[in-house]
């Protein structure tokens, strides 16, 4: 199994991206776009929800609403684009 570096903190930006930063230092921009014609993303297209994403307890992903959407630190890590 593979182990990935833990969210240290995230930030919404604009156009619906997160930046990322993992507990090794390096930051990822991670475009949460094509999620949105998923259900369970879709109340990420208003605005003021995409804003309040959280890095969940113990850095193993980020979350919206109390953990009802929520992305892992893999998937960060796997498809966000170093910056």
Do not use: H
């Not at 833990?6 to 930051?27: A, C, E, I, W, Y």
């Amino acid at each position: 199994m593979k182990v990935y570096p833990k969210v240290k903190t995230v930030k919404p930006q604009s156009d619906k991206r997160l930046l990322v930063t993992f507990d090794n230092g390096l930051r990822k921009l991670y475009d949460c776009k094509p999620l949105l014609t998923i259900d369970a993303f879709k109340p990420l297209q208003e605005e003021w929800m995409f804003k309040t994403v959280q890095r969940d307890a113990g850095g193993y992903g980020v979350s919206w609403c109390d953990e009802v959407v929520d992305l892992s630190e893999s998937e960060l890590w796997e498809n966000g684009q170093l910056v």
